[in-house]
Nanobody, 114 residues
Framework: VQLQASGGGLVQAGGSLRLSCAAS????????MAWYRQAPGKQREFVAL???????NYADSVKGRFTISRDSAKSTVYLQMNSLTPEDTAVYYC?????????WGQGTQVTVSS
């Protein structure tokens, strides 16, 4: 199973983007889905998470601006990003964790211009 992330691009500060991450096959018993990001010269960092029961968690830096959601039937996770700032510029990676495996997407570039 592979994860395919899409939706990245170039946007002006204050703008919005919606990222999607779809699995190429069925992932059974998904425990949680998440988004991480990695800015140039920095370590990969946690952005948002949604567990099987629907609860969500966000990094402090994106709370109130980003929203994670999912379509479990399609093994797809979304990240709605509003009020973007240049500090949000990074490669965004999706992640899914099942009972016995973990999966990373290939990343999608988000660039926010000032």
């Amino acid at each position: 199973v592979q994860l395919q992330a899409s939706g990245g691009g170039l946007v002006q500060a204050g703008g919005s983007l919606r990222l999607s991450c779809a699995a190429s096959g069925t992932i059974s018993s998904v425990h949680h889905m998440a988004w991480y990001r990695q800015a140039p010269g920095k370590q990969r960092e946690f952005v948002a998470l949604i567990v099987a029961g629907g609860s969500t968690n966000y990094a402090d830096s994106v709370k109130g601006r980003f929203t994670i959601s999912r379509d479990s039937a399609k093994s797809t996770v979304y990240l709605q990003m509003n009020s973007l700032t240049p500090e949000d510029t990074a490669v965004y990676y999706c992640y899914q964790r099942s009972i016995d495996a973990s999966y990373w997407g290939q990343g999608t570039q988000v660039t926010v211009s000032s």
